[in-house]
């Protein structure tokens, strides 16, 4: 239990530290507790966790949601098949509480404005952050797995989650001046009212802390990916052939696409924020960076070509179709292929520095050097020229550490132009080609390898970068 509340409440707050107590009530979730906890520890038998209840009460669905994270994240694909199940039951769950007036599912929830007492409110949020954080964790299975979510932001008609600090409140006194600090907080609306009737959205998005900030940026992300899928629908297309006044198949480089993609792209990038990643930030913070470079590593490369590039779960033939879809998304945008190399390289630099592994870094790490492998495995046409010209053992004037934020000055100028120079991540050294497109699989190992939270998870994704090393097509165990 302290494992969970010191490690994994920190990147997950949805249960309310200060007010939690264990209880004869409460036993389901406090075995839930304990059992995700245990993802920090040697023990293994956290797996066996499993339980039914028939009062769908606030505890239920905390239960419920950590049974989920327990399950998505268990390293196994029976387990995360098997967690599919339980969506419908949380959604279920919070329903009479997120039905709005007139709702033949609506029930009357306690107060949520400072007139309430803390208890109150402590209650009302617990379920707001139920609610998001189950979203959260939809939106994390439709980037890792391409599942459609059950729901999406625009289904909850609760208040986002409040400030962290006033959350952390540890008694009645410091959430009344939380309260009192906060009375301009734009926090008492929807998430989704809250960006699509907001005049000033750069604004509101700066304002959004913690919790709200990570679910909103991840809602943010799936809504983009939909709505590009949406486009080269076979409805949308004839739509847009009517309102032409031509037939025009979308291929993703149209002119209408590059234009919606590029206004996308400056709505996401709202997300970035100003922290020092050097600082030392909280773990929700510290989330929110990885996750954010994640995201825009996927927003650049399609997550399903760089699994099929590899053979997973497909034919050879297939695989062939893949390396030569993947082979001209990266040719045909070199700078956005840079980014991609980029945010990956952060985002391998931060996991590899970090003291501990949260539940979403494995795959983060997997998908990550898998980049980075086929980065330089296909390369752009100047890292080519460099290879090709000064050999792997060469350099071109200083390395650019394409991981690190010291580079201020070159390295815009490397990603909008190709700048020719060797490039360098800490822990995998010189991008120099075949050398380097196992030493960054082989540094990810032994990373996943010491760690042991999430053992489980670790050692199945190790075993995928392992079989990528061996040409072998990766799988998970069932």
Request: aromatic content about 8%; glycine content about 6%.
């Given at each position: 239990?302290?494992?969970?509340?010191?490690f994994?409440?920190a990147?997950?707050?949805?249960?309310?530290?200060?007010?939690?107590?264990p209880?004869?009530?409460?036993?389901?979730?406090?075995?839930?507790?304990?059992?995700?906890?245990?993802?920090?520890?040697?023990?293994?038998?956290?797996?066996?966790?499993?339980?039914?209840?028939?009062?769908?009460?606030?505890?239920?669905?905390?239960?419920?949601?950590?049974?989920?994270?327990?399950?998505?994240?268990?390293?196994?694909?029976?387990?995360?098949?098997?967690?599919?199940?339980m969506?419908?039951?949380?959604?279920?769950?919070?329903?009479?509480?997120?039905?709005?007036n007139?709702?033949?599912?609506?029930?009357?929830r306690?107060?949520?404005?400072?007139?309430?007492?803390?208890?109150e409110?402590?209650?009302?949020?617990?379920?707001?952050?139920?609610?998001?954080?189950?979203?959260?964790?939809?939106?994390?299975?439709?980037?890792?797995?391409?599942?459609?979510?059950?729901?999406?932001?625009?289904?909850?008609?609760?208040?986002?989650?409040?400030?962290?600090?006033r959350?952390?409140?540890?008694t009645?006194?410091?959430?009344?001046?939380?309260?009192?600090?906060?009375?301009?907080?734009?926090?008492d609306?929807?998430l989704?009212?809250?960006?699509?009737?907001?005049?000033?959205?750069?604004?509101?998005?700066?304002?959004?802390?913690?919790?709200?900030?990570?679910?909103?940026?991840?809602?943010?992300?799936?809504?983009?990916?939909?709505?590009?899928?949406?486009?080269?629908?076979?409805?949308?297309?004839?739509l847009?052939?009517?309102?032409?006044?031509?037939?025009?198949?979308?291929?993703?480089?149209?002119?209408?696409?590059?234009?919606?993609?590029?206004?996308?792209?400056?709505?996401f990038?709202l997300?970035?924020?100003?922290?020092d990643?050097?600082?030392?930030?909280?773990?929700?913070?510290?989330?929110?960076?990885?996750?954010?470079h994640l995201?825009?590593?996927?927003?650049?490369?399609?997550?399903?070509?760089?699994?099929?590039?590899?053979?997973?779960?497909?034919?050879?033939?297939?695989?062939?179709?893949a390396?030569?879809?993947?082979?001209?998304?990266?040719?045909?945008?070199k700078?956005?292929?840079?980014?991609?190399?980029?945010?990956?390289?952060?985002?391998?630099?931060?996991?590899?520095t970090?003291?501990?592994?949260?539940?979403?870094?494995?795959?983060?790490?997997?998908?990550?050097?898998?980049?980075?492998?086929?980065?330089v495995?296909?390369?752009?046409?100047?890292?080519?020229?460099?290879?090709?010209?000064?050999g792997?053992?060469?350099?071109?004037?200083?390395?650019?550490?394409?991981?690190?934020?010291?580079?201020?000055?070159?390295?815009?100028?490397?990603?909008?132009?190709?700048?020719?120079?060797?490039?360098?991540?800490?822990?995998v050294?010189?991008?120099?080609?075949?050398?380097s497109?196992?030493?960054?699989?082989?540094?990810?190992?032994?990373?996943?390898?010491?760690r042991?939270?999430?053992?489980?998870?670790?050692?199945?994704t190790?075993?995928?970068?392992?079989?990528?090393?061996?040409?072998?097509?990766?799988?998970?165990?069932?």
């Amino acid at each position: 239990m302290q494992l969970y509340f010191e490690f994994v409440n920190a990147q997950f707050p949805v249960l309310h530290l200060p007010t939690f107590q264990p209880s004869a009530k409460s036993w389901m979730l406090v075995l839930a507790v304990v059992a995700v906890g245990c993802s920090h520890s040697a023990i293994r038998n956290q797996h066996e966790f499993a339980g039914h209840c028939i009062d769908g009460d606030l505890v239920f669905g905390q239960t419920v949601l950590l049974h989920q994270l327990l399950m998505v994240f268990s390293g196994t694909t029976r387990a995360s098949l098997q967690s599919q199940s339980m969506k419908s039951i949380l959604v279920t769950v919070f329903q009479p509480f997120n039905s709005g007036n007139g709702s033949l599912f609506h029930r009357t929830r306690t107060p949520s404005s400072a007139e309430g007492s803390w208890a109150e409110w402590v209650e009302h949020e617990s379920w707001n952050r139920l609610m998001y954080f189950t979203c959260y964790i939809e939106c994390l299975q439709y980037v890792v797995w391409d599942l459609s979510p059950v729901m999406s932001s625009q289904d909850i008609r609760s208040p986002i989650p409040s400030d962290e600090a006033r959350w952390d409140s540890a008694t009645a006194d410091q959430w009344d001046q939380e309260t009192q600090r906060l009375h301009d907080s734009a926090s008492d609306l929807p998430l989704f009212d809250l960006l699509n009737k907001s005049i000033k959205v750069q604004e509101t998005i700066e304002r959004l802390q913690g919790s709200a900030r990570l679910v909103a940026m991840t809602s943010v992300y799936v809504e983009e990916k939909r709505l590009l899928e949406e486009r080269h629908s076979w409805l949308f297309c004839g739509l847009q052939s009517s309102a032409a006044g031509q037939a025009q198949k979308s291929t993703g480089t149209s002119t209408s696409d590059q234009i919606m993609r590029r206004q996308l792209g400056q709505k996401f990038e709202l997300f970035e924020g100003q922290g020092d990643p050097y600082a030392n930030t909280t773990p929700l913070a510290l989330t929110h960076l990885k996750t954010y470079h994640l995201l825009s590593l996927l927003r650049r490369v399609p997550l399903r070509l760089l699994y099929m590039y590899f053979g997973w779960m497909m034919t050879r033939r297939g695989t062939q179709t893949a390396k030569e879809e993947l082979s001209r998304v990266i040719m045909k945008d070199k700078q956005g292929a840079r980014e991609a190399l980029r945010h990956s390289a952060i985002l391998f630099r931060i996991i590899r520095t970090q003291t501990t592994t949260t539940f979403f870094d494995p795959h983060s790490l997997l998908i990550a050097s898998l980049y980075i492998r086929v980065y330089v495995e296909l390369g752009d046409t100047l890292l080519k020229e460099i290879l090709s010209n000064v050999g792997p053992s060469s350099s071109i004037g200083r390395p650019l550490r394409i991981d690190q934020d010291l580079e201020a000055d070159s390295l815009p100028q490397w990603i909008r132009l190709g700048t020719r120079v060797p490039l360098h991540i800490a822990g995998v050294g010189i991008l120099d080609g075949v050398e380097s497109r196992t030493r960054v699989l082989k540094e990810a190992i032994r990373l996943l390898g010491r760690r042991t939270e999430w053992k489980v998870l670790n050692i199945s994704t190790v075993k995928v970068l392992q079989q990528v090393i061996d040409g072998i097509p990766p799988t998970i165990d069932d």
